[in-house]
């Protein structure tokens, strides 16, 4: 059996990898850098190597491990023993030295004198510049070459606009994480520095539909959402809503950016276009309202 280190655990995780807890689960899915492990109560954790942001669920391992090759290990057992995590009969971790990731401190407008109304307009052009099509980008770069997804997209994200709800463009898309769902997590995490607003309250009815269990989308998609419904986002996206909200240096908000849109294949490039939806949708509520929404 391969023993993996054990480096660090998101602090949930970490709280459910001790000694004495009962952990057990069923190796969920594979990938080529993680592994998704699902507790026998439904909830999905992630085994990963070495990241360098902040990332919700997450147990990072040293060294680098091409987890494809353990695609046997799909469905099998998972459970702790004498302080390891173990996958099947084939891999643990040791946890002997795991230490706890918590989020990075939030910044607030105390922490820098960012002007967001002049930073939306630039960020969207570099988002339209360096953003990947395909998924919610359509709504703010329609084209000659949208394909049936990407016109979806545009309508529905209208209807948010227009009514505040997130129904119909929650599990819309293709891959682990549909498009419309890390546009709502995109959202949610703009949102939350937004105090007191229309798209706070929006956020609020999103959490809401969530809580309800109502939610048709993938089982990984479905837990990053909760995730975020608790606060917990990316260090990523959190990083590109503070730089926005609050940075003044340019380049650290370019790179901001280009961090958050290497997450996943289009993943990165939804969460940006939620965030930057969300905030541009609280500036048109500061000039007078959105003429879209029914009253």
Same mark, same amino acid.
């Given at each position: 059996?391969?023993?993996?280190?054990?480096?660090?655990?998101?602090?949930?995780?970490?709280?459910?990898?001790?000694?004495?807890?009962?952990?057990?689960?069923?190796?969920?899915?594979?990938?080529?850098?993680?592994?998704?492990?699902?507790?026998?109560?439904?909830?999905?954790?992630?085994?990963?190597?070495?990241?360098?942001?902040?990332?919700?669920?997450?147990?990072?391992?040293?060294?680098?491990?091409?987890?494809?090759?353990?695609?046997?290990?799909?469905?099998?057992?998972?459970?702790?023993?004498?302080?390891?995590?173990?996958?099947?009969?084939?891999?643990?971790?040791?946890?002997?030295?795991?230490?706890?990731?918590?989020?990075?401190?939030?910044?607030?407008?105390?922490?820098?004198?960012?002007?967001?109304?002049?930073?939306?307009?630039?960020?969207?052009?570099?988002?339209?510049?360096?953003?990947?099509?395909?998924?919610?980008?359509?709504?703010?770069?329609?084209?000659?070459?949208?394909?049936?997804?990407?016109?979806?997209?545009?309508?529905?994200?209208?209807?948010?606009?227009?009514?505040?709800?997130?129904?119909? =463009?929650?599990?819309?898309?293709?891959?682990?994480?549909? %498009? $419309?769902?890390? &546009? *709502? #997590?995109?959202?949610?995490?703009?949102?939350?520095?937004?105090?007191?607003?229309?798209?706070?309250?929006?956020?609020?009815?999103?959490?809401?539909?969530?809580?309800?269990?109502?939610?048709?989308?993938?089982?990984?998609?479905?837990?990053?959402?909760?995730?975020?419904?608790?606060?917990?986002?990316?260090?990523?996206?959190?990083?590109?809503?503070?730089?926005?909200?609050?940075?003044?240096?340019?380049?650290?908000?370019?790179?901001?950016?280009?961090?958050?849109?290497? =997450?996943?294949?289009?993943?990165?490039?939804?969460?940006? %276009? $939620?965030?930057? &939806? *969300? #905030?541009?949708?609280?500036?048109?509520?500061?000039?007078?309202?959105?003429?879209?929404?029914?009253?």
């Amino acid at each position: 059996m391969r023993t993996l280190k054990g480096l660090r655990a998101e602090e949930l995780l970490y709280r459910r990898l001790q000694p004495g807890c009962p952990f057990k689960g069923k190796i969920h899915s594979i990938f080529s850098t993680t592994m998704n492990l699902m507790e026998e109560d439904g909830r999905l954790w992630t085994l990963s190597i070495q990241r360098d942001m902040y990332l919700p669920g997450t147990l990072e391992i040293s060294g680098k491990i091409p987890f494809e090759e353990y695609h046997h290990l799909l469905g099998k057992p998972v459970h702790l023993a004498s302080g390891m995590l173990v996958l099947g009969h084939s891999l643990q971790v040791d946890l002997s030295d795991l230490l706890m990731r918590k989020p990075e401190e939030r910044q607030s407008a105390a922490n820098g004198a960012g002007n967001p109304k002049d930073t939306v307009e630039n960020t969207l052009e570099e988002l339209r510049l360096y953003g990947k099509r395909g998924g919610c980008l359509s709504f703010f770069l329609p084209g000659p070459q949208e394909g049936y997804l990407e016109k979806a997209f545009q309508e529905r994200i209208f209807e948010v606009k227009r009514t505040g709800d997130f129904r119909k =463009i929650l599990g819309l898309g293709l891959g682990l994480t549909p %498009s $419309g769902d890390d &546009f *709502a #997590l995109g959202f949610m995490a703009m949102a939350s520095y937004l105090q007191g607003t229309f798209v706070r309250d929006t956020a609020q009815n999103l959490k809401t539909l969530l809580e309800q269990g109502t939610v048709s989308t993938t089982e990984v998609s479905l837990q990053m959402l909760h995730f975020g419904k608790e606060g917990r986002f990316p260090g990523a996206l959190t990083n590109f809503c503070e730089e926005i909200l609050y940075g003044s240096d340019v380049e650290k908000r370019k790179n901001a950016m280009k961090k958050l849109l290497n =997450i996943g294949s289009i993943s990165g490039t939804d969460m940006a %276009s $939620g965030a930057l &939806f *969300a #905030l541009q949708l609280h500036l048109e509520q500061q000039c007078g309202g959105n003429d879209d929404k029914k009253s």
